[in-house]
Nanobody, 126 residues
Framework: QVQLVESGGGLVQAGGSLRLSCAAS????????MGWFRQTPGKEREFVAA????????YYADSVKGRFTISRDNVKNTVSLQMNSLKPEDTAVYYC???????????????????WGKGTLVTVSS
């Protein structure tokens, strides 16, 4: 079992930055590809970014490429999402997810994850 707990959400003005973190329980964190997803009311959850088990490969949604950076620390069992140049359309609940077989790129298209966090709200004001 892996429990994921997100933190770092909040209110920020357009153009600002936020850093989200996801802390994972258990000693098997390095066995999972990790990803960030987001969801706004009335819309389906969408892929944001993913990083493979070793941290050597990353994949991003086109909408965040060049602005967001995903990273992980397999000693501290954390995955982070640095979000810069935030836009009002980035407003959403952001979720951390883990999958034990997918590549970082595959995380953008597969429907199911092994574990999800409960999410953290990011609000970007114009």
């Amino acid at each position: 079992q892996v429990q994921l707990v997100e933190s770092g959400g909040g209110l920020v003005q357009a153009g600002g930055s936020l850093r989200l973190s996801c802390a994972a329980s258990g000693r098997t964190f390095s066995r999972y590809t990790m990803g960030w997803f987001r969801q706004t009311p009335g819309k389906e959850r969408e892929f944001v970014a993913a990083i493979n088990k070793s941290g050597s490969s990353r994949y991003y949604a086109d909408s965040v490429k060049g602005r967001f950076t995903i990273s992980r620390d397999n000693v501290k069992n954390t995955v982070s999402l640095q979000m810069n140049s935030l836009k009002p359309e980035d407003t959403a609940v952001y979720y951390c997810a883990a999958n034990n077989w997918a590549t970082a790129q595959a995380m953008s298209v597969i429907p199911d994850m092994d574990y999800w966090g409960k999410g953290t709200l990011v609000t970007v004001s114009s």
